[in-house]
């Protein structure tokens, strides 16, 4: 388990798939090379184009869970995640068509210095204390990316839950596509059916299911639970797939990141470690698979001296700078609040191991899986593709 996999950016992830699908529907040249597999050219001869992310859907999931055999059948090849493996990244990377190092949002919890909080940044809520801004307000004080879907030639359409189909952050990158929300699973694939057999004008599809997730959280990425959901959604699939046969659609199925199981025993908890935590002049930001680290200049000897004596068996410990040249968050150029949204140090975890600590007014939990880290497992996902 201790093989790692960093991001690639360079033609086998999913800024580049994002790359590809942009081209084929008009955007200008962006950033990075198209997906080879599905270059714009082959995506563009088709009248829809529908990418549908099963959030937690890993490549290692997908293979495991033998009750899949649609998604199973059509897969191309896989891709890599972002780093963090993770949803508030890859989501992101998925609904603006860039990497980390140009959108800048680097986890579920993010310190930003324009509101001076540490916010939840996928509901926009703090992680302490009232909120400074509301929610609302946020989006355009804290995201500089442009709309992806504003450059397209086609109509497009963002298909989300209707828990956060007009979240500030969804309604926020949605903005130039038509927002469309689900209740159910089989809500899910009738807007799909709606969108594409409506004999309208040529339409990009961009559709998100978080149940796996969800499920793989609480229970494990091997659970029954787990795979319950994901043969519920190939069943639908399915069906779909006999549905849009003819319509001349290219439906491509990914997901934003895979799992791992890191069982209590693994939990490096802050709690146990007073001396490491009274070095951080914040809480910890990030991921528990990948955790970024604000210390004073003063202190940064002794908290490199208490991670490696103290921790060398669970966590690799890295320069945050050195993580941005090197490119695990993309090439530049580079978001001008990066370097402070990752903070001076980042501890990515070994094995199967995580990271957490608590607030005092925060509700303790557990979480069986998790992602972030650089494992194969976190970070490669399954593309699956079938022209219909």
Request: aromatic content about 10%.
């Amino acid at each position: 388990m201790s093989a790692t996999l960093l991001p690639d950016y360079a033609g086998g992830g999913i800024v580049n798939l994002m790359q590809s699908i942009a081209t084929a529907c008009g955007a200008p040249p962006g950033l990075y090379p198209q997906q080879a597999q599905l270059p714009a050219t082959l995506l563009a001869r088709a009248r829809h184009i529908v990418l549908l992310v099963i959030d937690g859907m890993g490549l290692r999931t997908l293979g495991r869970h033998t009750a899949s055999p649609y998604l199973q059948q059509h897969v191309l090849g896989s891709l890599t995640s972002v780093f963090p493996s993770t949803t508030a990244s890859a989501i992101t990377t998925f609904m603006s068509g860039l990497a980390p190092a140009q959108h800048g949002l680097t986890g579920w919890h993010m310190h930003m210095d324009e509101i001076d909080q540490t916010l939840a940044i996928l509901p926009l809520t703090p992680r302490q204390g009232p909120p400074t801004v509301a929610p609302a307000d946020l989006p355009a004080q804290l995201f500089e990316h442009p709309p992806l879907f504003r450059g397209f030639d086609r109509e497009a359409w963002v298909v989300a839950p209707q828990s956060i189909a007009s979240s500030p952050f969804n309604a926020w990158h949605a903005r130039g596509a038509q927002t469309v929300a689900y209740s159910t699973l089989p809500g899910l694939f009738a807007c799909l059916s709606d969108g594409l057999l409506d004999n309208a004008q040529a339409r990009y599809i961009y559709a998100y299911y978080p149940e796996l997730d969800s499920q793989s959280h609480h229970f494990g990425s091997d659970s029954r639970q787990a795979k319950h959901v994901l043969a519920e959604f190939d069943q639908q699939l399915g069906e779909c797939i006999r549905r849009l046969r003819g319509s001349n659609t290219w439906l491509l199925v990914t997901a934003d990141h895979g799992f791992i199981d890191s069982p209590p025993r693994r939990v490096v908890e802050l709690d146990d470690h007073p001396q490491l935590a009274g070095l951080l002049f914040r809480p910890l930001c990030g991921e528990r698979r990948a955790a970024f680290c604000y210390v004073e200049a003063e202190q940064r000897p002794e908290f490199e001296r208490y991670v490696r004596r103290r921790l060398g068996r669970s966590v690799h410990l890295y320069a945050s700078s050195a993580l941005i040249n090197a490119g695990w968050f993309g090439p530049p150029p580079y978001h001008p609040r990066l370097a402070a949204r990752v903070g001076d140090y980042t501890l990515v975890m070994k094995d199967n191991w995580t990271i957490k600590d608590w607030l005092p007014e925060e509700k303790r939990y557990t979480m069986l899986g998790v992602h972030g880290g650089i494992s194969p497992w976190e970070m490669r996902v399954p593309l699956i593709a079938v022209h219909l």
